[in-house]
């Protein structure tokens, strides 16, 4: 099995998917540990706008553990055959050994920033959206400056 996250360079699951520098590949043994990890660059932008989950899917990812994902990039992955887990932060190695313990469900939280605004404003509006605590890993809270103050961008 493999378990891709997307990161910062220092191994913290991106708050929205779109502004990750790489995808960490995680391959898990038989026994559920972690048997190895690879970064692989990413191409920028979200997923739709992407071949990121075919890049992962022909490398054997099943399961991609996000933070922020809007609805094209999660059906991209599902089309790709990956099942997408969100609403996950903190350290990626850790939130993976939580997973493999069976600590991760998802969340249900996603970007709905291609619902409520143009492409172009995306940077603007979704820097920092909440994303929901995981097993006592650390919550951040909703900084995009739209004005809502609630767990996504709902702007006129």
């Known amino acids: 099995m493999k378990i891709a996250i997307p990161v910062s360079k220092e191994n913290q699951i991106e708050a929205h998917i779109g502004n990750c520098e790489y995808y960490n590949v995680f391959t898990i043994s038989d026994n559920k540990e972690i048997a190895g990890i690879k970064s692989i660059k990413s191409p920028g932008g979200c997923g739709c706008n992407s071949d990121i989950a075919g890049v992962l899917a022909s490398d054997g990812v099943s399961t991609v553990l996000a933070a922020g994902i809007g609805g094209g990039s999660t059906k991209a992955f599902n089309k790709s055959g990956i099942n997408?887990?969100?609403?996950?932060?903190?350290?990626a190695t850790e939130?993976?050994?939580?997973?493999?313990?069976?600590?991760?469900?998802?969340?249900?939280s996603s970007c709905h920033n291609h619902q409520h605004h143009h492409h172009q404003h995306h940077e603007e509006h979704h820097v920092a959206h909440k994303t929901p605590e995981i097993a006592g890993l650390q919550e951040s809270k909703h900084q995009c400056a739209c004005g809502s103050g609630a767990d996504s961008c709902h702007t006129n």
Do not use: A, N
């Open 84 to 91: 997408v887990i969100r609403g996950c932060s903190g350290d």
């Open 95 to 108: 939130v993976v050994k939580l997973y493999l313990l069976g600590s991760v469900e998802d969340k249900g």
